[in-house]
């Protein structure tokens, strides 16, 4: 059972495009979770939200509680940003993950 | 500085051989968890803990142990290592309701 779904789940974009991760989830949840994984393996909160939008820099995480769905926006890519980004959502005190989109930014 | 820090790094070891992984974290986070990373699978959680002495199942607890005893240290134990508990493991720690700070990893192999 698949409890979170991302999609695309390979991603390569040209310096500069605006891109767009999303996660669809089947559960009911009390936070979602967007992760980053960089070659060599550290992972980072990028943002944990309830509901509606948060930005910080380059990025804009979005959520809609009713159809069970995110997006991750990055804008104005950069070589920098090539990593792994990860969904997860936690229905209370466990957590569940989505296997990642792997990005890769072309100078 | 803040931080979640996993020993060892790398572990190679035999099966059955018991082994500990440590978790230790500064930032008096009532909440702790580990995590095993496999390709194609994700990260999936093993066991976490809400605070001292209260620790419970995630989605995959078979062949690992864990305590907590202190505030500050979660380790996980694997009784009887088998080689498909070879993976990335990751512990992570959080204020309740707050994002996860995850430690840098441990890459164990077990033949």
């Known amino acids: 059972k698949n409890e979170v779904e991302q999609s695309p789940q390979n991603l390569t974009a040209q310096e500069g495009e605006f891109i767009t991760i999303n996660c669809s989830y089947s559960?009911?949840?009390?936070?979602l979770h967007w992760l980053q994984q960089h070659p060599g393996g550290g992972i980072v909160s990028l943002f944990m939200l309830s509901s509606g939008k948060k930005k910080h820099g380059r990025l804009i995480a979005t959520i809609n509680i009713q159809e069970k769905h995110s997006s991750l926006h990055i804008t104005a890519s950069h070589p920098r940003d090539s990593a792994v980004y990860i969904c997860?959502?936690?229905?209370?005190?466990?957590?569940?993950f989505g296997t990642g989109t792997s990005l890769t930014v072309i100078p | 500085e803040a931080q979640v820090t996993q020993n060892p790094r790398y572990l190679i070891t035999v099966t059955g051989k018991k082994l500990t992984v440590t978790c230790s974290q500064n930032?008096?986070?009532?909440?702790m968890s580990w995590y095993r990373q496999d390709p194609g699978l994700g990260l999936r959680q093993i066991y976490y803990?809400?605070?001292?002495?209260?620790?419970d199942k995630g989605d995959v607890p078979e062949g690992y142990k864990v305590s907590r005893k202190e505030k500050r240290n979660f380790p996980l134990i694997l009784e009887s290592p088998s080689p498909n508990q070879t993976s990335l493991y990751f512990c992570a720690s959080s204020r309740h309701n707050s994002p996860l700070h995850f430690g840098n990893g441990t890459r164990l192999t077990v033949t």
């Open positions: 803990s809400m605070n001292v002495e209260v620790t």
């Open positions: 997860a959502v936690s229905p209370g005190n466990q957590f569940y």
């Open positions: 930032m008096n986070h009532e909440y």
């Open positions: 559960v009911g949840i009390s936070a």
